[in-house]
């Protein structure tokens, strides 16, 4: 048997398994409110095969690291190509971390709250496959909720229909390509991904997600494919088929082995396709209070058209740290109501959100008594003047 189809026979194995596990619901004790309907379920007996995993050594053989244990994975390591595919991630790597994560670290440790970044749950929506920036800037959140347009995808599919190594080759290019634009710049180009993942290799977000947590030394204990029913209730997808609300639950364990949940769900997050969808509407109110990370937004909620989305996290959201392209500036210029940080300079947006300039904003960082703080490495769409915004609610 070729070593492809058994990698995809161990992938399509372990997925099984993990979709008809049984599991179980535990209360969170300092989950807000109390008696909310989301709750972790109990994955102890998981974290501790995490670095064992067929799943963990999945992410890292697409991840271009090394195997942990000899397994037939470790094999292709000796292939030119998997050779290949790691020599052009390390390099993305080193450079993004010289330029902007090693600095992005040391500023998030200096200037986001701890209780932000140790968090019971952050709230990401129009985040793509970005688990990357969340989990550098709040590594020690127990549950990361993400919400995008791009498809959840699945990892049998990868090299499901392979002849060899030209299938391994195409999907290799396929996620080197979807990477440069956040390499490069910390942020995905939405029309970039919806053709980057309408590939056969590379059909979802899922394979990113892996890729990043892997990559920011996370071990894959499990992966489980859900979706949002009617009533607003996570369920178990086992047919894994495309489902209104669809996402995926990955449970990953830290370098510190404390165990985290990402979970991912495909979903139009305007107020057209909310007024249809009470079920997700459900969910996230359910969330309780959150902490909320808005980054290259594309300036939606600005719009009329995004309010429902904006509301739920101007009244559930205890932090929020952005960049100008989340919420307007004047939902919290309100001093009796929240606290306010500013960093970077503010600068009007890229052309193609040329309409977005926000005058108000722009005074707020020219007021004297603001205190800004600098920034010293690139974010969001400015990238060479970039801004972020921390917001307290007192």
């Excluded at 190594?165 to 919806?194: E, G, P």
């Amino acid at each position: 048997m070729r070593i492809f189809n058994l990698i995809l026979l161990l992938v399509v194995v372990g997925v099984y398994c993990s979709s008809n596990a049984p599991t179980k619901n535990v209360a969170d004790k300092n989950q807000t409110p109390s008696d909310t309907l989301v709750k972790p379920r109990d994955v102890s007996d998981l974290a501790g095969q995490a670095r064992t995993s067929t799943f963990n050594n999945f992410a890292r053989f697409i991840a271009g690291l090394p195997q942990l244990q000899e397994d037939n994975f470790s094999q292709t390591e000796h292939d030119s190509l998997w050779i290949k595919h790691a020599q052009k991630l390390n390099s993305k790597w080193n450079l993004m971390t010289s330029k902007r994560t090693a600095k992005l670290n040391v500023w998030a440790a200096q200037e986001v709250p701890s209780s932000m970044r140790s968090s019971e749950v952050l709230f990401y929506p129009f985040s793509g496959a970005d688990i990357l920036n969340a989990n550098l800037l709040f590594p020690n959140t127990k549950s990361y909720y993400m919400f995008g347009l791009e498809p959840v995808g699945h990892l049998p599919d990868v090299l499901l229909n392979n002849s060899g190594r030209d299938s391994l080759k195409s999907y290799f290019n396929a996620l080197n390509v979807s990477l440069n634009a956040i390499t490069n710049f910390s942020f995905f180009r939405t029309k970039s991904m919806a053709v980057d993942f309408k590939a056969d290799e590379l059909n979802g977000t899922i394979h990113l997600l892996l890729l990043f947590l892997a990559r920011n030394g996370n071990d894959i204990a499990d992966i489980r494919y859900v979706y949002i029913d009617d009533q607003g209730k996570q369920q178990d997808n086992i047919g894994q088929k495309v489902k209104k609300n669809d996402g995926v639950e990955i449970v990953f364990v830290d370098s510190a082995h404390q165990t985290h949940f990402v979970t991912y769900y495909s979903v139009n997050l305007d107020n057209a396709h909310m007024a249809k969808n009470a079920g997700m509407g459900s969910y996230i109110k359910n969330l309780g209070g959150f902490n909320t990370y808005l980054k290259a937004a594309s300036y939606l909620m600005h719009n009329a058209s995004f309010s429902m989305i904006r509301a739920n996290i101007l009244d559930q959201t205890k932090y929020l740290l952005q960049d100008d392209s989340g919420i307007p500036y004047r939902f919290f210029n309100d001093k009796n109501k929240w606290n306010s940080s500013f960093y970077g300079v503010y600068v009007p947006p890229i052309h193609l959100f040329a309409n977005y300039m926000q005058n108000d904003l722009k005074a707020a960082y020219n007021d004297s008594t603001a205190n800004t703080k600098p920034l010293n490495f690139g974010i969001g769409y400015n990238f060479k003047q970039s801004n972020l915004m921390l917001f307290e609610k007192k």
